[in-house]
């Protein structure tokens, strides 16, 4: 089952925030996220795993709520290279197969 | 290191042709992935493999699609008699390890595949 990202796209002035949400109607184990920018490779950004965990490195975080079986991926204070596609990739057991989601497009302006 | 590296990174293809697209993943991924990407959406997953062991190939859309993973490094993807549905572009991923909860998976570039 794919999972729902929303909003579809998004876009910002430099320095302002935005949030992702990803969203899946089955119970999950990890949930992956993934920024991609157009004709080059998807780059790993993190992993959350259930347990409602919070994870977040420079001006990226993220949250987990099992309860709610939803991701949110913070990204504060925008920078122009945060542009891009975000996809969040879903896992339900500890298979690693990933069901990703149909992106976020994310523009950040000057 | 190197990444995950693919070729050819373009391939234009007539309808009926068979292709071949190669995978090389980072020295040491023990798991390679395969997905399909569609123009504007999230890849979907085709295959996995486990060393040269295929685990799943759940994904793989039709019989004309075969993957292989002979001595569990390169990664070969092959579409025999190209339709137009299969335009697209074909990711790989590797990661590290299967054991010890989910890992990251590290893309290549893909290979966007345009048959005519």
């Known amino acids: 089952q794919q999972p729902v990202q929303s909003p579809q796209a998004v876009i910002l002035r430099e320095g302002e925030d935005a949030v992702i949400n990803c969203s899946s109607s089955?119970?999950?184990?990890?949930v992956h996220w993934y920024r991609q920018k157009h004709g080059e490779a998807p780059v790993f950004l993190m992993i959350l795993l259930k347990g409602g965990e919070q994870k977040g490195h420079d001006k990226i975080s993220a949250s987990f709520n099992e309860k709610k079986q939803q991701s949110s991926l913070y990204l504060t204070a925008s920078q122009l290279s945060c542009s891009g596609t975000y996809f969040c990739?879903?896992?339900?057991?500890?298979?690693?197969?990933?069901?990703f989601g149909s992106g976020t497009r994310l523009l950040v302006r000057p | 290191g190197a990444g995950v590296s693919q070729s050819p990174r373009y391939k234009v293809a007539k309808r009926g042709q068979d292709v071949a697209l190669r995978c090389d993943p980072i020295s040491g991924h023990v798991s390679l992935f395969w997905y399909q990407q569609a123009l504007g959406q999230g890849p979907e997953f085709l295959t996995y493999?486990?060393?040269?062991?295929?685990?799943?190939k759940s994904g793989l859309p039709s019989d004309r699609f075969f993957a292989e993973r002979p001595e569990g490094s390169v990664s070969t993807l092959k579409i025999q008699r190209t339709q137009q549905e299969d335009s697209a572009v074909y990711l790989c991923a590797s990661s590290l390890s299967f054991t010890g909860g989910p890992l990251e998976q590290y893309f290549g570039p893909g290979t966007r595949l345009t048959v005519t």
């Open positions: 089955k119970a999950l184990y990890s």
């Open positions: 493999f486990q060393n040269e062991a295929q685990l799943d």
């Open positions: 990739g879903t896992e339900m057991d500890s298979s690693y197969k990933l069901i």
